[in-house]
Every structure is written in structure tokens, then in C-alpha cells.
């Protein structure tokens, strides 16, 4: 345990050691022992403060990937409004004290929204010193009028493209960044084709919640804002949309109403516990470095059969 303490909370490693985990502990490396495990174990340790969560702005997709882990293939519209945007940023400001490193704006895509500027400014008053990032799929960036890129700018909004293998001008949009002082990156590497993952469910709900809770690379890690309601991932709160395309009955999660816990630790410690949608998520069957396409709507692209 003193070997591997190099900067990371001693009671999560305990934890590990505790865990049912331990049968390879002593075989890895220090390296190999971080990479494997301690992003996995710390899902059920209480964040110090709350690092990431993202909110769609629009449910809908221009692109729609297959097995898209947001399901937006699947969504019908779903535009946010501004007063709802504006009452849940305030309350969760209110909770984390502003304290969020860093937030996504998203869908589906957010560039759809027709009034997509008028959320810079909100989520900008609400958290000052956060990196408030907007995901997009690039496709409509080029068309975006001087407005958008002057509000971009003037609320310090991080424009974070997601590269895909299809045609667009990425010069033009490093341009036109570069032309307006806004602050461009990619959430892939840019030099790196495009991949994709599955992430299948299990529709008899027949797995171990607790299990696939400390396995599942969006748990605790990948939080997500909904109506005034947070979930310890993307997944949950969007599978909704197969039980209406598909009529499935994977289950429709609450979530933690953010209006009715008291504080900031009580949001952290809630988000340390699985979901009942936990059962029905397929993990160790999950598949990664799959060939990127778009979606065809088959309720394949979600499900192990």
C-alpha cells in the first residue's frame, strides 16, 4: 500500500484491498495497478467535490451514431428551455458552491438549439470559474453567424469537437476560432480515427448492479443533469428513449431531485450508489474500438442479441 500511495487517498486503496479485487492485486505494478483499478474503485468513494457533469441541450441528433450511449438516435426534439436550464444551474450552483471544474453542454447536438447563446451567459453567471465546455459533432459550425461566436468568447465557452470520419472544413473552424479568440479542442484526438463502443443491456435485468456500478466507466465519473434531477451517468436517465422506440421496460430512473437533498456532500455520497438500471446494463460484455457508423435505428446497436 505505501508503494502505490503516491498521491491518492490511502482509504480508497484499502478499499481495493478489501475488495473482492485483491485475488490479482499483488501481481500488477504500480502503473498497471492505477490504470486497472483505481478509477474503478473510487466510483463508490464520494468525490471531494464534484468534478464533471453534462446536460443536453437538445435531445436530437444531425449525426446519430450507432449504439450512441445518450441514445439520441432514438430522440424526437427534446429542446431545453432557458428557465428550466437557468433554475436547475442556480440550485446546483447553490449545492457545489460554483466549486465544478468542469461542465458539458450537449445532446444530441446543442448547435440545433435555436437559442443556443442565450444558455453562455446563464451557465457562466452560475459558475464562474468552471470550464464550460460545448460538445458538438462540428457539422453545423461553419454555418454559425458572428453572434454565436462573439458570445462564445465573451462567456469564456470552450468549443470541444468531437472528429468524426465524415466531411467537414476543420481549417475553417480553426480559422474562424482563431479569427474570434474562442478557445477550440477536440474530445478525441484529432489525428486518430473516429471509434466507437457498445454498451449493451440485459433486458431481463439480470446483472450485478453492485458489480457492474464499480466497473462502469460512467459511474460517478460521467454525471448528468436532467429536469432538476442528477444521475451518476449519461446512461440511465436517456434509456427512456428505447422503451418508446422499441417498447422495452428497462426502468426510468428518478435520480437525485437536486431540490430536495440539502447540500453538497449529500449529492456526493448519493452518487456513490448504483441504480436499479445497473441490473440491466450488459458491462462485461461491453465493446470498444468498434468501427464508426451511423445508426440505423435497430435495437441491436443497445443490446447483446
Known sequence: LEEVNDGFDIDIIKQLKDSELFFDFMNLTSNEFFE????????????QHLDYFCIHLVGECNLKCKGCDHLAPLAQGEYISLSDFERDFKRLSELTKSKINRIGLMGGEALLHPDLIKFFPVARRYFPYSDIQLVTNGILLNTMG???????????????????????????IKEKSIKY??????YNNPDTEKTSYKIPFDLKGEQNAKLNFKNCFHSNKLCFLSNGHF?????????????NAFGTSLPVENGIDIFRIKDEKELLSQLTKPLTMCKYCDVKNREYDIKWERSKKDISEWTSF
Not at 148 to 170: D, L, Q
Request: glycine share 2%; charged share 20%.
Open 146 to 172: 458572428e453572434n454565436f461566436w462573439h458570445s462564445t468568447r465573451e462567456n469564456k465557452i470552450t468549443i470541444m469537437v468531437t472528429k468524426y470520419p465524415i466531411k467537414i472544413n476543420y481549417d475553417e
Open 231 to 243: 444521475y451518476p451517468c449519461t446512461v440511465a436517465p436517456n434509456v427512456y428513449r428505447l422503451n
Open 36 to 47: 486497472k483499478y483505481i478509477w474503478t474503485v473510487d466510483k463508490t468513494h464520494p468525490q
Open 181 to 186: 479568440g474562442v478557445r477550440l479542442s477536440y
